[in-house]
Every structure is written in structure tokens, then in C-alpha cells.
């Protein structure tokens, strides 16, 4: 039996990217390896998904809050003071599920992780301010020196990792990550009818999810519709958090006249998600940077087919059967979607073959990669 711990912040506290690898991760351990003891460091749940989440887990968890509801001593004891926890509850592996371990670590007894899910504040320097870059820079810096091992989520962030931090190759593991298992069977047509009234969802569409910002790129698949014949013109439908950027978007819209096709969607529910994919024709995911890409490994268990970008991470998520576009090329992009929907037996294809692949991000065999890790590392 091992003693694991986990910085449960963000698996407390965030409904999206880095809160979801963490809900999932530790589902699984909880699922397909229940004779361990858990433990997640963070301040409990106050609403939402998050709290529904924190409920379901509690019975086979431990949950290690901070000694103050101050928010500078919930600070310094994520990054100083849980050691002392991790000391007394005599871990065996502490986990930094998001970027960072704690400083001043004096307990050698417990195995330090920490993963890295991109360094994206490198690539798109004009979104972060100068002060946040120096933050990120410095903390995933000392995480990558003081943890004994480092978990990539993909093979871009590992080479990210030995590139730009100089850490030695041997020192990086790459493990995928999985996604929620609702996303593993397939709706009731009363449940897909329920969720497309629900959302005002069209009968046929294409598909975007993720936040709106300006590396997801999405001004390039508003761009491509309008490339596509009037009669050819799927609508699409955006799902993510409203952002500045989505004024840029709706001016796009609007000087392509496609007001009509395009539709904003900010929040679905969880349980409500695995039809939304399923009821879609195309996931449409031209992103210029990613650490994975979870989105894509959705619409694959979604026997939904795929166009994304190529190089990068992309296809280490999309697998042989999506289609790679060069992502600052709305024509290709269009092409893509048009030669999708017009040939029956490639669409078939990618639905079934992409469904296979998807298999290897199961949560159960993801699970099994990572305890085979700890495992050995122990």
C-alpha cells in the first residue's frame, strides 16, 4: 500500500484544463487502485462541479485544508507548510499535479513529482505580462530542479521541458492524461434531444471548445465558413468562457456576414457535454499551441471526427485518422471540413478509427501507466 499525495488546488478550485487532469487523475488511482491511501492538499470546495466532485470523493480521500481562511496563509502554506504535512502523514509520493512543489524541501523520505503541462508563457509572450512570465519561469524552474521526477503530458512539453529549462532527458516522463469518463458511452436519443433543446443546438454543426483567447485560433475556423459554399455552411457553435478576445470574433462574424452561423455558447454542463460532441459533425480545433489537447481526445471517444493542427502535440493526440491543417490557413481549413462532409466512407473512417485510438487514453490504462511509475520510483 502507498501513501500519495496531491496539491489539490486546482482539483478543488478550477472547472477547467488543469482542474479537469487533476479530477481525472485522481479518479482513477481512486477507481482501479482503492487499496491506497489519498490525500489532497487544498482549501475544500465552495461550489459548483468542483463541490460535487470534492462529495463524491470524500470517502476515499483525505482532504488536508490550510490552517487559515486568510488567503497570504493559504498562500504560504501551499508553497512552504505543507511540508510539514507531508512529513507527518508520511508520504510516500507527493504529486504537483499543476507546475509547482513546494519550496524548502527537507523530507527525503517522500519522492517529489511535479507535471509540467506546457510552457506556453514562452511561446505567446504578448498574452502574459513581464511579471507573470518571471513568476512561471522561476517556479516551474525550481520544480523541475527539486522534483525527483518530472511528468510531461505530452512528448511538445517534454522537449519544451530539456529545451528551455536544460533539465536531462532521463529526468522526464512523458504520461498522457485521460478525460472524463462520460465521454466513454454513447447518449440516449432522449438525453441527446433533451440537451439540444436545452442549448438551442442546430441539427447539424460544427464544433469548438476551449477558451476564447488568441492562441486557440479560432478566428481561423470563422474565417474558413465563409470560404465554404453558402449551401455547404455548417453552423458553429463555440463553447468557452467569454473573454476580450471574443470581441474580435464577433467582428470577424460580422464582416463575413455570418451572424447567423455562429453561435457563443459559455457554459455547459458536465453531464451534458458527451452529447454536445456527439451530436456535432466536426470537431474544428486549429490551435497554435497546446500542452495535449484534451478536447480532441473527447470528440475521439465521441466517435466524432477531428481537424487539427499539425506539428506541435496534435497528432500525438489525434491519432493517424484526424486530418492535420496548417492552422493560419482558412482555405485548408474550409477544404478540410468540405471534403469531410462530402465523402461518407472518410467520415465513417475517422469516426471508428479515431473511436479506437481513443482507447489508449482510457482512464483505466492511463491509471495503470502512472502507478507502474510511481511504483517504480518509490
Known amino acids: 500500500m502507498l501513501k500519495i499525495g496531491f496539491?489539490?488546488?486546482?482539483?478543488?478550485?478550477?472547472?477547467?484544463?488543469?482542474?479537469?487532469?487533476?479530477?481525472?487523475?485522481?479518479?482513477?488511482?481512486?477507481?482501479?487502485?482503492?487499496?491506497?491511501?489519498?490525500?489532497?492538499?487544498?482549501?475544500?470546495?465552495?461550489?459548483?462541479?468542483?463541490?460535487k466532485w470534492q462529495k463524491s470523493v470524500e470517502k476515499n480521500v483525505s482532504i488536508i485544508n490550510p490552517p487559515s481562511n486568510s488567503k497570504l496563509v493559504q498562500a504560504y502554506w501551499r508553497s512552504v507548510g505543507v511540508n510539514n504535512n507531508i512529513k507527518a502523514d508520511k508520504l510516500d509520493i507527493y504529486h504537483g499535479l499543476s507546475h509547482e512543489i513546494p519550496f524548502h524541501i527537507t523530507n527525503q523520505k517522500t519522492k517529489y513529482l511535479v507535471t509540467i503541462h506546457d510552457l506556453i508563457f514562452t511561446y505567446f509572450k504578448q498574452n502574459f505580462s513581464s511579471v507573470d512570465r518571471r513568476i512561471y519561469f522561476s517556479k516551474i524552474k525550481y520544480s523541475c530542479q527539486k522534483a525527483d521526477q518530472i511528468i510531461a503530458i505530452s512528448q511538445q512539453t517534454k522537449n519544451d521541458i530539456i529545451d528551455i529549462l536544460h533539465v536531462p532527458e532521463e529526468k522526464v516522463k512523458v504520461l498522457y492524461q485521460s478525460c472524463s469518463p462520460l465521454f466513454y458511452n454513447e447518449s440516449s436519443a432522449e438525453k441527446r434531444n433533451f440537451v439540444r433543446q436545452k442549448y438551442n443546438l442546430p441539427e447539424n454543426y460544427l464544433l469548438f471548445v476551449g477558451a476564447l483567447v488568441a492562441h486557440k485560433n479560432i478566428a481561423k475556423i470563422i474565417e474558413a465558413l465563409a470560404y465554404l459554399p453558402e449551401n455547404k455552411r455548417l453552423p458553429l457553435i463555440i463553447i468557452g468562457k467569454t473573454?476580450?478576445?471574443?470581441?474580435?470574433?464577433?467582428?470577424?462574424?460580422?464582416?463575413?456576414?455570418?451572424?447567423?452561423?455562429?453561435?457563443?455558447i459559455e457554459y455547459v454542463d458536465t453531464v451534458d457535454m458527451p452529447s454536445v460532441y456527439q451530436m456535432a459533425k466536426i470537431l474544428v480545433w486549429p490551435s497554435l499551441y497546446e500542452g495535449f489537447g484534451i478536447p480532441i481526445i473527447e470528440a475521439l471517444f465521441s466517435k466524432l471526427p477531428v481537424i487539427t493542427s499539425k506539428d506541435g502535440c496534435f497528432n500525438e493526440a489525434g491519432g493517424e485518422s484526424s486530418i492535420y491543417i496548417n492552422p493560419e490557413s482558412a482555405i485548408e481549413i474550409a477544404e478540410s471540413i468540405h471534403n469531410i462532409m462530402e465523402n461518407n466512407d472518410l467520415y465513417l473512417e475517422m469516426k471508428q478509427k479515431g473511436f479506437e485510438y481513443a482507447q489508449k487514453f482510457h482512464l483505466e490504462a492511463t491509471s495503470k501507466l502512472l502507478m507502474d511509475f510511481y511504483c517504480k520510483i518509490i
Not at 482539483?11 to 489532497?40: K, M, Q, W
Not at 471574443?246 to 464582416?255: D, G, P, Q, R
Open 243 to 264: 473573454t476580450k478576445y471574443k470581441e474580435f470574433l464577433v467582428s470577424i462574424i460580422n464582416k463575413e456576414n455570418l451572424s447567423e452561423k455562429v453561435k457563443f
Open 7 to 51: 496539491d489539490a488546488k486546482r482539483a478543488l478550485t478550477n472547472t477547467r484544463g488543469l482542474g479537469n487532469y487533476s479530477r481525472n487523475l485522481i479518479d482513477g488511482l481512486g477507481i482501479y487502485y482503492p487499496e491506497n491511501e489519498y490525500f489532497l492538499y487544498g482549501k475544500n470546495a465552495n461550489s459548483g462541479d468542483c463541490l
